[in-house]
């Protein structure tokens, strides 16, 4: 799944240098967090316009492992005193899931109970949003894949 495209977010994405990719040491430690401890976390933290932060987790596998590493990354975040506004993921579908989750309104919900998931993020919560792989194209070719007009100058 590419990892090039996050999310639109109120018409606007975050700048390259404001993108921290969680699998390189040299991004964790920019974070201050401890690039050595071996735990799953999201794919991204990313700084959107009008100052908001997200994790993103860019998931072909199952919803379940998605959001816990979104909870661990927002835990690890956390101990370091970063912001998180946003919890994302986006994902292929989830058919292998569909008893256990669904989607309302652009938000994660247990299908059982219908609240929505939530992320942990220190003193307070944030609930999951979820895109389709798709929608994040429809997204990008609404602009013909130029990211220019939404970048934050």
């Given at each position: 799944?590419?990892r090039?495209?996050?999310p639109?977010?109120?018409?606007?994405?975050?700048?390259?240098?404001?993108?921290?990719?969680?699998?390189?040491?040299?991004?964790?430690?920019?974070?201050?967090?401890?690039?050595?401890?071996?735990?799953?976390?999201?794919?991204?933290?990313?700084?959107?316009?009008?100052?908001?932060?997200?994790?993103?987790?860019?998931?072909?596998?199952?919803?379940?492992?998605?959001?816990?590493?979104?909870?661990?990354?927002?835990?690890?975040?956390?101990?370091?005193?970063?912001?998180?506004?946003?919890?994302?993921?986006?994902?292929?579908?989830m058919?292998?899931?569909?008893?256990?989750?669904?989607?309302?309104?652009?938000?994660?919900?247990?299908?059982?109970?219908?609240?929505?998931?939530?992320?942990?993020?220190?003193?307070?919560?944030?609930?999951?949003?979820?895109?389709?792989?798709?929608?994040?194209d429809?997204?990008?070719e609404?602009?013909?894949?130029?990211?220019e007009?939404?970048?934050?100058k």
């Amino acid at each position: 799944m590419s990892r090039d495209r996050p999310p639109v977010i109120k018409g606007r994405i975050p700048q390259s240098n404001e993108r921290y990719n969680l699998d390189d040491p040299l991004k964790l430690k920019s974070l201050n967090l401890d690039p050595t401890i071996r735990s799953k976390i999201a794919d991204e933290y990313d700084h959107y316009p009008d100052c908001k932060w997200a994790i993103i987790e860019y998931k072909s596998r199952n919803l379940r492992d998605s959001i816990e590493q979104l909870q661990e990354t927002s835990e690890r975040l956390s101990e370091v005193q970063r912001t998180i506004d946003m919890a994302i993921i986006v994902s292929k579908g989830m058919k292998a899931e569909k008893n256990i989750f669904q989607r309302k309104n652009g938000l994660l919900h247990y299908k059982l109970t219908g609240k929505p998931v939530w992320i942990q993020t220190g003193a307070s919560n944030v609930e999951v949003q979820i895109y389709y792989l798709w929608e994040v194209d429809k997204q990008y070719e609404k602009y013909n894949r130029s990211l220019e007009p939404w970048v934050s100058k």
